[in-house]
Nanobody
């Protein structure tokens, strides 16, 4: 099983930027694996944010973050990143890193990191 640890959350003003990191350990990731970011705002369900394929770097995004967020990975460091720009108060949530055997099904989750955007 893959173990995931997130870093980089915090408090930022609207319009600002943050970069989240997620380090994976436990087994070697292969080219078919997918890594993703989800988020959960207070009182709401967990929602998909972005995903990336470990091998080819194919990316997908939720419409709400397209053009503002960018997911990337460093295969050598077994780390995935989420660069978040032009942050809005509605981006406030706990952000979770996830791993799966594809880009659409995820079975391992990190503990989450809080992102708070003040208006």
């Amino acid at each position: 099983q893959v173990r995931l640890v997130e870093f980089g959350g915090g408090l930022v003003q609207a319009g600002g930027s943050l970069r989240l990191s997620c380090a994976a350990s436990g087994r070697t990731l292969n080219s078919y694996d997918g890594m993703a970011w989800f988020r959960q705002a207070p009182g709401k369900g967990r929602e998909f944010v972005a995903a990336i394929s470990w091998g080819g770097g194919t990316t997908t995004y939720a419409d709400s973050v397209k053009g503002r967020f960018a997911i990337s990975r460093d295969n050598a460091k077994n780390t995935v990143y989420l660069q978040m720009n032009s942050l809005k108060p509605e981006d406030t949530a706990v952000y979770y890193c996830a791993h799966g055997r594809s880009m659409t099904s995820f079975g391992s989750w990190g503990q989450g990191t809080q992102v708070t955007v003040s208006s």
